[in-house]
């Protein structure tokens, strides 16, 4: 497993529900390129637009203009992706570094989002949540190309909460 | 990236027919729709999702919210023609339990 991602992408786009789509091509665009079956490209557009819709509805007060950070680390056998919700424009590293297992109180914070933080888990291989600077959203997709069916279970339930 | 819905009265009963995307752009457009048929006393709304290309955990609040207003006002709301990936969606929140979902009919048929 490579720990270096082959190629960055970084869009940083307003926090407005216009761009939410913007994002949600985009992305699917970066995980058919890698080579992602059509319910795992949709699984990640579900993903990203929940994360990116969390950041319209809840970073945000009206009066500021915010923004909605994204980055993509495509590695060999996987795709990263960022949702930011403030600060600089980030080191993906350096980020990356910070990030550690999703801890109560950060999800607590997040669970106003509801349904799309429980989607995003749900979609995803791996979330990480991290409250430190603005919210960052971390989650991953792997790539599982030479696998045979092993999403069997994929249309059972979610075990009740 | 947009939302079409059309929507049809027969016999009291209101058919609506979505097409496209919902997300937080386009759940707005559903919500004005939808929120005043829901408030009608013994309202029957049917909504078709069978052209439905996308959609998030906005349209499912969406559909929740729309759930809640119908009942409180004596009134059925039921979904159909659910893609198998918007079926996916109410399976994994655990909606297809409370809402009424009919998905023998299938887009094609209309």
Request: charged fraction near 30%; hydrophobic fraction near 35%.
């Amino acid at each position: 497993m490579s720990n270096k991602a082959s190629d960055f992408i970084e869009m940083t786009v307003p926090a407005k529900t216009d761009y939410v789509g913007v994002v949600r091509l985009t992305i699917s665009g970066i995980a058919n390129r890698m080579g992602f079956a059509f319910d795992e490209i949709e699984d990640i557009k579900i993903a990203v637009s929940e994360a990116c819709t969390n950041v319209v509805n809840h970073a945000y007060t009206d009066s500021e203009k915010g923004q909605i950070r994204i980055g993509c680390g495509v590695y060999d056998n996987r795709l990263e992706i960022m949702v930011v919700d403030h600060g600089k424009s980030f080191d993906y590293d350096d980020v990356n570094k910070s990030l550690g297992p999703v801890e109560g109180k950060s999800v607590e914070q997040l669970n106003e989002g509801g349904l799309g933080l429980f989607l995003i888990e749900s979609l995803m291989d791996k979330v990480e949540i991290s409250g430190e600077a603005g919210v960052i959203v971390m989650m991953t997709k792997y790539l599982h190309r030479d696998e045979v069916e092993e999403n069997v279970d994929r249309t059972s339930p979610a075990p009740t909460q | 990236m947009n939302l079409q819905i059309s929507h049809e009265e027969t016999n009291k009963v209101h058919y609506l027919t979505l097409s496209g995307e919902v997300d937080a752009y386009t759940a707005p457009k559903l919500k004005e729709m939808l929120v005043p048929l829901t408030e009608e006393k013994n309202t029957q709304i049917v909504i078709d999702l069978s052209n439905i290309d996308y959609m998030d955990s906005t349209g499912l609040g969406i559909f929740v919210g729309a759930l809640k207003s119908t009942k409180k006002n004596d009134g059925t709301l039921k979904l159909r023609g659910m893609t198998e990936r918007v079926k996916r969606l109410f399976e994994i929140t655990g909606l297809t339990e409370v809402m009424d979902i009919d998905n023998e009919v299938k887009g094609e048929a209309r």
